[in-house]
């Protein structure tokens, strides 16, 4: 059975910003094959969009809790979005 498709919005909050937050998300979410998007927040936050198998969406929010070796990270918030078919790439925005 195919694992369904899922997709979320992170708010990411702590100390995320000028840590490395979104390139180590920008790599793990690559490696898990993810597709979407990350940027910083001008409050402090980082946010992500994360899309793709149910159980691989699960596992990189589980990893956005541990951060990049120099954060902190206070709470991740999750959103449920409308499921995005879409595959491909994982970007850094601004």
Do not use: C, Y
Request: aromatic share 6%; net charge positive; proline share 3%.
């Amino acid at each position: 059975m195919r694992d369904p498709r899922k997709t979320v919005l992170a708010r990411i909050t702590g100390r995320v910003q000028g840590v490395s937050f979104r390139a180590w998300t920008r790599s793990a979410a690559m490696k898990l094959d993810l597709s979407g998007w990350v940027r910083n927040e001008t409050d402090g936050s980082v946010t992500a969009l994360l899309s793709g198998p149910r159980s691989t969406v699960d596992r990189m929010v589980e990893l956005l809790w541990q951060g990049s070796p120099h954060s902190s990270v206070s709470e991740v918030k999750i959103t449920q979005q409308q499921a995005n078919d879409a595959t491909g790439s994982f970007k850094i925005i601004q």
